[in-house]
């Protein structure tokens, strides 16, 4: 399985979201990189954040991005 430039894109953008305070979101700008900006708008779409341009992790984009950010922790270590 390939992984495509959206789907990194993605990945990255859960990467983003603290998950020790689901109180704190994230916003993409309008001037942000427009492969960051149409990752939040898919993300929204699949119901994994609340706005199209990010805003906070729904229970499903909390396990997703849980899920995510632990493949890379374990990824990333020595």
Do not use: C, W
């Amino acid at each position: 399985m390939l992984l495509s430039e959206e789907l990194v894109a993605e990945i990255k953008f859960l990467s983003l979201f603290n998950l020790e305070s689901v109180q704190e979101g994230v916003k993409v700008h309008g001037n942000a990189d427009p492969v960051l900006i149409a990752a939040a708008q898919r993300l929204f779409d699949k119901g994994l954040v609340t706005q199209h341009d990010g805003g906070y992790l729904t229970d499903l984009g909390i396990e997703v991005a849980e899920h995510a950010q632990r493949m890379l922790t374990i990824l990333q270590s020595n």
